[in-house]
């Protein structure tokens, strides 16, 4: 999906920032926060300390995927805020000789998210039909369309997250992850 810049993780250096599992978890932090956040709010959630925090939000920078918004005085100390750029991520110009890692990479994102929809499950009672709002759900199975309705599909979903990825007045985030591919016929 095309949510305006893309950063291509390219080179090994930039495929272990982007895979270290700590930084990761801030991604999502980041993403699910929809502020800036300063590196001690990052250190006080995941129990690490300030300066490893800060680190991990530099290697990250150092990639394009989190800026620096703005630092502020707080209690006579200078706080700087970061927050998640909105840049696609794609290994699709990966090196090749990588291919075990990004499959590693994705199977943990997977997995993350996978988790944390169990998590869901467990705090509604794992009842989504009977809630009064949609709150979490996971749809299986094969549509079939020809190659314009996959474009056209692929193009509404990109679109609708472009104008959804930042966080607004009234909004909530959802995490999602959306696996689509063209079976070959066997």
Known sequence: MNMGETVYIQSEKDLRIFMH???????RI???EGKPVTAKRLADL????????????????????????HTEMIHGIRASFYEML??????SKCEDRLD???????QNIIASIFDSYLDKLDAIGGDVRNQDHFEADFVSGFVHVTQDQA????????DFVKRNETAGVGTVPYEYV???????PK
């Open 86 to 91: 909105p840049k696609t991520v794609s290994l």
């Open 21 to 27: 599992p700590l930084r990761q978890k801030i991604l």
């Open 30 to 32: 980041l993403s699910q």
């Open 178 to 184: 959306l696996i689509a591919y063209k079976v070959e």
């Open 46 to 69: 995941l129990s690490m300390t300030h300066s490893s925090a800060k680190y991990h939000l530099q290697q990250l920078e150092s990639i394009g995927l989190v800026g620096l918004h």
């Open 151 to 158: 474009d056209q599909i692929y193009r509404m979903i990109a």
């Open 100 to 106: 075990n890692e990004k499959k590693v990479l994705l």
